[in-house]
């Protein structure tokens, strides 16, 4: 029931936005209201079902790319101070790109397809998950390194018994980072590079001033993106608690 | 079996003075002391005498800076590689997401080694945890978390068992309580015990023998034998000798 | 330590653009990426470089804007929150709703609604929005239990509590948020030029691109990553300043 309640503000947008439409008296091709939105919605599923399936299929995979990309990379660092202190700054420089501005440059070197839309998602969660997981690693119970010397662990057995555990927690924040932006990402190339999704029937049904659908297809995208978040938002709550 | 040989042993660090330079900053020694097999040796000293340094060499997390650190004739990391040491900090170091039984199952894993079901039994028995063997360190108290901890330094019957400052983190009442415990655990198998701990009464209490250290760099201020008979009744704290040995000590750490 | 954590990432930098530089003579990525020199030159070149100026100009302008207006919409929607707890997990799912908004939906009404020249700030004023409303929420929320306690037996109103004790230890995590805002920000203003903004960097990378000026269009990405790390670099020793402040 809590839960519930607290949907009030999107109650309050949607009669905001009613209400805009209502006063400001915009034709249709700028602006519709949201009943013929959840109309179109409704009345059309099949319009939308495959494009939302292309969208969160990239959005997942450049999500689980870049996860593992940036968990490999912090591993790696962890290993080597060398590797860690040389990889800086690469990944300074690529944390202060925008995804989006690098969207046209890699298009020109993999092609303006699926590749391309997975490779951005990926340069995107990428950055997160090496900075919090590179975090993680170092972040020991007090005296545990010690300990583990002592027993006379090796690199690898302190890694996977020590080192990894510690950091679940924070690989559940890069994820939930990653997560926030994958579809968004993922949008914004589809609208960029026509491939299919979310974003492509966006910009087609603009083209066609067919306003209704492209704001169908904006609002599931936003319902895409915020069902993740709360997902991921979910199991980091439960990592944490796990881990007290 | 594990005797103990601190030959000469010092140990300087390099410190940054002012803008530029450094210099070196004696924290220990020197030291020189003979430990025989089976002796229980508790440490006490000042603030920054240097009590923790000497545990880390013995426990081969350290080098001495001169003089050599020998256990049985063979520097410590030997006997790290043969997995007989048990150590246990005053941070717990417990591995939050993992049960007791998890905990005691890690110098195992670390070291290769099947445990067995009734030797991780045998360990919870022993420091009187039973029935916890599924708790997670969270769910404990604090001496409770301290006893896993010593039950973890134990698991593998290592020849030597360092302590430093095990209870320090503790309420009064649970120290004292934990102090009588460790007796009954360490009478079981008896192994050279070396114990770094602020509290003379303890010290007194446990040990065979008491090493009193300078303020630093720590030198042996003291070098006493404590002959009451094990094991020790909680009655002993309160008879005459008990207090004299104790008061003799407490002066002694008193600045000179 | 010190010399070490200096000297690798300097190698690694040399490394990055020893590599770039030689990629690019080589052409083993074709046009699409120019030698370092290529791309250096376009600065030394007046009327390109003055164009870069300009646009970083109006750009940065619309990018401040953006991030000033969301940074104190975030912050003062999580003073709310915090004031009214009853309202803060519905405010909670609108800061995530609002985060989670398509700019390329918002685009478009934006650009008939604002204009052409607000949309960038606009764009860029969203995620600022949800990073600060959350970076403050947790830094409100992140007193210590010991202080707070303190200021109750010695009769502090709601007020006093907010002004004396929470914002003080809440400065550190708004920074943490302030300073990641920043990139967030840039990237807002850039997808709003693209909606018609009359000049920015955003507009400078879509021409190039279609006018196949790659060294231009490297040297944007250069000038955006710039000011992106100059920012956040402030933003940081303000953060160190503070948390060293607070103790």
Redesign the interface.
């Known amino acids: 029931m809590?839960?519930l309640?607290?949907?009030?503000?999107?109650l309050?947008?949607l009669l905001l936005w009613q209400l805009w439409v209502s006063t400001a008296g915009?034709s249709s091709i700028?602006?519709v209201s949201p009943g013929a939105v959840f109309s179109d919605l409704l009345r059309f599923p099949g319009a939308y079902l495959l494009p939302a399936l292309h969208t969160l299929a990239f959005a997942l995979g450049g999500l689980a790319v870049g996860m593992a990309a940036g968990l490999i990379l912090a591993i790696a660092a962890w290993f080597s101070?060398?590797l860690?202190?040389?990889?800086?700054?690469?990944a300074?420089?690529l944390?202060?790109?925008?995804?989006?501005?690098?969207i046209?440059?890699v298009a020109?070197?993999f092609g303006y397809e699926g590749r391309t839309e997975l490779i951005a998602v990926a340069v995107m969660t990428f950055f997160p998950s090496f900075v919090l997981c590179a975090a993680g690693l170092k972040d020991l119970p007090a005296m545990s390194p010690d300990v583990f010397k002592v027993l006379r662990a090796t690199r690898w057995l302190t890694l996977r018994l020590l080192a990894l555990p510690a950091a679940l927690p924070q690989l559940a924040a890069a994820l939930r980072v990653g997560a926030?932006y994958s579809?968004?990402v993922a949008?914004?190339a589809e609208?960029l590079m026509q491939t299919g999704g979310l974003?492509t029937l966006?910009?087609v049904t603009?083209q066609q001033f067919h306003l209704a659908r492209?704001?169908g297809?904006?609002l599931l995208?936003?319902a895409l993106?915020?069902i993740l978040?709360?997902l991921t938002r979910a199991l980091e709550q439960r990592v944490i608690t796990y881990y007290r | 079996m594990a005797t103990l040989a601190l030959r000469e042993v010092t140990r300087s660090f390099l410190r940054r003075t002012g803008s530029r330079g450094k210099q070196s900053f004696a924290a220990l020694g020197p030291i020189d002391v003979r430990v025989p097999d089976g002796q229980f040796v508790a440490l006490i000293g000042p603030s920054g005498c240097g009590k923790s340094t000497v545990l880390h060499l013995l426990a081969g997390l350290d080098e001495p800076t001169t003089g050599e650190v020998q256990i049985n004739n063979l520097p410590p990391s030997e006997l790290q590689a043969q997995h007989a040491l048990g150590i246990a900090f005053q941070e717990h170091a417990l591995l939050p997401w993992r049960t007791v039984e998890g905990n005691l199952r890690l110098p195992f894993e670390v070291a290769g080694l099947s445990s067995t079901k009734e030797r991780i039994r045998e360990l919870i028995a022993l420091v009187g945890l039973n029935g916890f063997e599924h708790a997670r360190p969270a769910e404990l108290s604090g001496g409770m978390r301290q006893r896993v901890a010593i039950a973890r330094a134990l698991a593998l019957k290592p020849k030597l068992l360092l302590l430093d400052e095990p209870f320090g983190a503790l309420d009064a009442v649970t120290r004292r309580r934990m102090n009588f415990e460790l007796e009954r655990i360490w009478l079981e198998s008896r192994p050279t015990t070396v114990m770094v701990t602020h509290s003379v009464e303890e010290a007194v209490l446990l040990a065979d023998r008491i090493l009193v250290l300078t303020e630093r760099p720590g030198r042996v201020r003291i070098d006493t034998m404590v002959d009451f008979a094990r094991p020790r009744p909680a009655a002993l704290m309160r008879t005459p000798e008990f207090h004299r040995l104790a008061d003799e000590l407490t002066a002694s750490l008193e600045p000179a | 330590m010190k010399p070490?954590?200096f000297?690798?990432?300097l190698?690694?930098?040399l490394?990055?653009l020893g590599a770039w530089e030689l990629l690019g003579r080589s052409g083993a990525?074709g046009k699409?990426?120019p030698a370092l020199s290529q791309v250096l030159s376009v600065f030394l070149d007046a009327p390109r470089r003055a164009l870069l100026l300009r646009s970083a100009a109006a750009t940065l302008g619309s990018a401040a804007i953006g991030y000033a207006a969301g940074a104190c919409a975030g912050a003062a929607v999580a003073v709310l929150a915090h004031l009214v707890p009853i309202l803060r997990?519905?405010?909670?799912?609108?800061a995530?709703?609002v985060?989670?908004?398509?700019?390329?939906?918002l685009g478009?009404?934006l650009i008939?609604t604002a204009g052409r020249e607000d949309t960038p700030a606009a764009l860029a004023s969203v995620p600022v929005f949800f990073l600060l409303y959350i970076s403050t929420g947790l830094g409100l929320r992140a007193t210590s239990h010991r202080l707070d306690l303190m200021f109750t037996t010695l009769g502090a109103g709601r007020w006093q509590r907010l002004m004396k004790l929470e914002s003080v230890a809440a400065l550190p995590s708004i920074l943490s948020g302030m300073k990641i805002a920043a990139?967030s920000a840039?990237?807002g203003a850039?997808?709003g030029e693209w909606f018609g903004a009359p000049t920015g960097l955003?507009i400078v990378?879509l021409n190039s691109?279609e006018n196949f000026q790659i060294p231009l269009?490297w040297a944007?990405?250069i000038v955006?990553?710039?000011i992106?790390?100059a920012s956040?670099g402030l933003l940081t020793l303000a953060e160190r300043a503070a948390r060293r402040r607070i103790g």
């Open positions: 809590r839960r309640v607290d949907l009030w503000p999107i309050l947008l915009y700028v602006l101070e060398f860690a202190g040389i990889t800086t700054p690469f300074l420089l944390s202060s790109t925008p995804v989006v501005c690098l046209p440059i020109r070197l926030t579809v968004l949008l914004v609208y974003g966006f910009a603009m492209a704001l297809a904006s995208a936003m993106s915020v978040y709360e | 070490r954590s000297f690798y990432p190698l690694g930098c490394l990055l990525l699409t990426l997990g519905g405010l909670d799912r609108m995530v709703l985060n989670a908004l398509p700019v390329i939906a478009p009404i008939i990139g840039m990237i850039i997808v955003g990378v691109m269009l944007t990405v955006i990553a710039a992106t790390l956040y």
